[in-house]
């Protein structure tokens, strides 16, 4: 009883603090809960945060291929080097053909072993030491994609595999440029490095590119998209209005056969017994004709289709003596008697053309032409 009433002060100070508890606003938008402030960074792991180190030893190791032996042999004592600051050790065996790391007594980062698994698993994927190195850092991730298995046919996955590429690697280094990643297509995987929202958007294009989308497209988006981060109000409203919406064309349609077969409705029952040729016979009477006039009958037979030839063939010589139709002749039209004809005006114009005088002028009258040009000027 004791207990029951000790315990019933502290459910009503719950209830009371539940009641008095200021409700969330409706309007508040969760986006603004979620903005992180432009140019922050978390801080750094350091010895501090965790004094005593880590109590069990962790170790990662890899396989290389053959071909990278030469490059990770000169480049080791850097890998050594670069992994020896966070205190963590780092063996190549060219024997076996792989690498290990392990951590320290020393080693206080307990996240450092994961970055160094990475390091390894990129230089055995042909990325340079310059750009793998750069997984040590806080803010810099990876990720290994496996293309191989996406596609069945080889010469198909090749052609997929270089388009992802493009000519003269322009389609992989634009990708690069908006992703702020280093990309690296090695035989059957890709490998980025970058911020973790590039890598979202790298893998999504790979993968799409393995899937018969052209990389194009997911280029597009992504520089539609570089260009709405600028602006500051469009950053809590939704992009979907502004991104271009692609239409799947499926130009490889199956060819149709010429022929179509037609499958008939089921029947429980068998098809109609065919007549023989007795029956055909019985239902003609030509059964019960004698030899002689099954004979006469055949003659007949053959000289009606000769006949037919014959008339035929003839048919087709007399189309050459057949005379072409001629085409009906277009009567001219009679001249209208309606336009009358007026002799006055013909009488005159043939006076006319006679009174005119033909050839030369004679001396003097070339004179009294003269004469009178010249009296014409004077009163001018």
């Excluded at 209830?15 to 606003?25: D, L």
């Excluded at 508040?28 to 960074?41: F, I, Y």
């Excluded at 006469?296 to 000769?306: G, L, S, T, Y």
Aim: glycine share 2%; aromatic share 6%; with cysteine.
């Amino acid at each position: 009883m004791a207990s029951s009433s000790l315990n019933r002060p502290d459910t009503a100070a719950r209830k009371s603090e539940f009641r008095n508890r200021k409700p969330k606003p409706e309007n508040q938008d969760d986006s603004e809960l979620l903005t992180v402030p432009d140019g922050w960074k978390e801080p750094a792991f350091s010895k501090e945060d965790n004094p005593r180190g880590l109590l069990e030893e962790s170790s990662f190791a890899t396989l290389f291929p053959k071909y990278r032996e030469a490059y990770l042999k000169e480049c080791w004592p850097l890998v050594q080097k670069a992994l020896n600051e966070h205190h963590v050790n780092a063996t190549l065996d060219l024997i076996e053909g792989s690498m290990t790391v392990c951590t320290t007594k020393k080693t206080f980062d307990p996240y450092i072993i994961i970055r160094a698994r990475d390091l390894i698993k990129l230089l055995a994927r042909s990325v340079s030491f310059e750009q793998a190195i750069r997984i040590l850092q806080d803010d810099i991730a990876c990720d290994i994609i496996k293309i191989g298995s996406l596609v069945r046919n080889k010469e198909r996955f090749v052609k997929r595999r270089q388009r992802l590429i493009g000519p003269k690697g322009s389609t992989l280094k634009a990708l690069e440029l908006l992703t702020n990643c280093y990309i690296m297509v090695q035989g059957n995987t890709v490998s980025a490095i970058g911020p973790f929202s590039g890598l979202k958007e790298v893998r999504k294009v790979v993968l799409d590119t393995m899937k018969n989308i052209h990389p194009i497209y997911n280029i597009k988006t992504l520089m539609i998209k570089r260009e709405l981060a600028k602006d500051s109000e469009l950053r809590s409203q939704s992009w979907e209005r502004f991104l271009p919406q692609f239409k799947h064309k499926n130009l490889n349609k199956r060819k149709e056969p010429k022929k179509k077969t037609v499958k008939k409705e089921y029947t429980p029952f068998p098809p109609p017994q065919p007549e023989s040729q007795i029956d055909k016979e019985l239902a003609s009477g030509e059964y019960f004709l004698k030899a002689h006039q099954k004979k006469r009958q055949k003659m007949e037979a053959v000289k009606a289709k000769q006949a037919e030839a014959l008339s035929k063939r003839q048919e087709e010589r007399n189309k050459a003596f057949i005379p072409p139709k001629e085409k009906q002749v277009v009567k001219s039209r009679e001249a209208s008697t309606e336009t009358k004809i007026d002799v006055a005006t013909i009488k005159e114009k043939v006076k006319k053309a006679k009174n005119k005088k033909l050839g030369a002028l004679t001396a003097e009258e070339v004179k009294l032409k003269m004469e009178a040009d010249e009296k014409k000027k004077k009163k001018k």
